[in-house]
DNA sequence: TTCCATGTTCCGCA
DNA sequence: TTGCGGAACATGGA
């Protein structure tokens, strides 16, 4: 479920498993997942050395290993990290292996291989070739910048919320919960919106990626007043008891309240 | 069997 | 120029 919250959790999983301890042997399972790096010059890079430090921005995750560079992680839609210590003996998905000295080893786990890893020398020109917007949570980030970066009147403000290139970190799911909360419909242009509304989504996105990061973005722990869980479930609004719609846009569904959100 | 799925990128079109 | 729809990627679940 990788976006900005689900990569900070997987960011501090990552710490609290993995960081400082020796890299035994590095497996790639399926090229597939590999960015410009070969698999032989990420063993090669990785051999001997540990993970010392991490970054997030949006939903690109950055973990320093010594003597080194960074290794770059994007989950895409189906990707996660996990930690075991027994022998998996068919670990399917797990796209990329990375073993420390021990028994541990940190899986990169990816079933669509719609995600990447590579390696870069600094996360901020890789950030910056990517064109991606400040980080959703970046405390520097004031209303000013956001309403700014959100661009001209004509987009719509679902597009725009989930563009990378404006603020990085709002995917499909969050961006639904984001409007949800703000009572805004999703395909409202962005000229459109007040002044207060411009200012209640701003206030609505922070509450919203802190409290999912705070809530480890497992949808059974977020509050029952969220509409996250709720999308396919056929349950109806949590507010209001109205039936929740479903609006196509490209190929991606936006979940929303008719009655809550509705269109201006 | 058919439809849907948390992301990104590319193409065509308005 | 901007932005949107749709496809593609690869696979599983309902």
Redesign the pocket.
Known sequence: ???LP?VEVFRRYLVSTSLRKKIRDVTVR?N?VLGNVSARKLHDALLGRSFVATKRH???LFVRFEKGAWLAM?????GYLRYFTDQDPEP??DRVVFAFAGRGQLGYYS??????LDLVADPEREIAR??LGPDALDPALDLATFRARL??????????L????AI?G???????EILFQARIHP?T??GDLGEAQIKTLFRVMQRVLRKAIECE?EPARLPKSWILPR??TREPCPRCGTALA?L??????A?FCPRCQPAS
């Not at 079933?111 to 990447?116: A, M, P, S």
């Not at 661009?151 to 725009?160: L, M, P």
């Not at 709002?170 to 639904?176: A, E, P, W």
């Not at 196509?248 to 569904?253: E, I, K, P, W, Y």
């Open positions: 479920m990788p976006e689900d399926h597939k949006g939903k690109h994007h989950f895409g839609m189906t399917k998905y079933l669509r291989l719609l995600g990447r990517l064109g661009g001209g009147g004509r987009a719509i403000i679902k597009a725009a989930m563009k990378q290139q990085a709002m995917g499909n799911i969050y961006s639904d395909a242009r962005v973005a999308r396919s479903r196509r846009q490209g190929a991606r569904s979940y």
